[in-house]
């Protein structure tokens, strides 16, 4: 069981590894989706925003309403007081101003609740848009890097490709001069052999101990010309 369950983490740990070798290749393409990603989220939140803040609107709108309302009936209520023998009617008028204050009172918490929240998505937008645009700056400076890494490898490679044909053209020329200078040594060894076999060295001996005459020159013809003197 210890080898089975050691086999199945060496499988995940080596699955982990060429995941990772994946998502580095890619690094680029993916933070470019994420950058996506997050400006469709964003440009979610702003939806949800004006239907907040519209709601907010409304809820505002009601508000001030009920309010103007109560002002009418605070007015009627003291005409009525203020005749003396309506006391039934007024207070029946208001107990509909005790309702719609309870009603101004849960409508205002609520409306606050709302500025509270609109106030946050809001500071939480313009974070959103800051860190997108620093992304979006930062991953033009990892592209325009990544290009100018890649031109460097090229020329690197392109050096290294010729420092090695021009390495194996030295190579070649020195195999053909090292060729050349051997045979010219057998040539020369030949021409030795050559000599020392034949009559040639003999030759040379022999007219420089003066017991057979040498070449003909130029003196030896000019001297059948000269009477020797008496």
Excluded at 3 to 12: A, D, G, Q, S, W
Excluded at 40 to 69: F, V, Y
């Amino acid at each position: 069981m210890a080898i089975i369950e050691k086999l199945i983490t060496l499988v995940r740990g080596t699955a982990t590894e060429a995941g990772q070798a994946i998502v580095d290749r890619n690094a680029i393409t993916i933070l470019e989706q994420e950058i996506r990603d997050s400006n469709a989220a964003l440009d979610q939140s702003k939806i949800d925003l004006t239907k907040l803040m519209a709601e907010r609107k409304i809820a505002s709108d009601k508000l001030d309403a009920k309010k103007a309302k109560v002002a009418d009936f605070n007015a009627t209520i003291q005409k009525l007081v203020d005749k003396g023998d309506q006391q039934a009617l007024a207070l029946e008028v208001a107990g509909k101003v005790a309702a719609l204050e309870n009603e101004i009172a849960s409508d205002s918490a609520t409306i606050k609740g709302m500025d509270d929240n609109i106030e946050r998505l809001r500071g939480s937008i313009r974070q959103a848009e800051s860190t997108v645009e620093h992304l979006t700056r930062q991953i033009d400076t990892v592209k325009a890097t990544a290009s100018v890494q890649r031109a460097q490898e090229a020329i690197t490679s392109r050096t290294s490709g010729s420092n090695a044909k021009l390495r194996t053209a030295m190579d070649s020329l020195d195999r053909i001069q090292e060729q050349q200078r051997l045979k010219d040594a057998q040539l020369d060894a030949a021409k030795q052999l050559e000599d020392a076999s034949g009559d040639g060295d003999l030759q040379k001996r022999l007219q420089a101990a003066g017991v057979v005459p040498s070449d003909t020159a130029a003196a030896d013809v000019l001297a059948r010309f000269t009477k020797p003197a008496n």
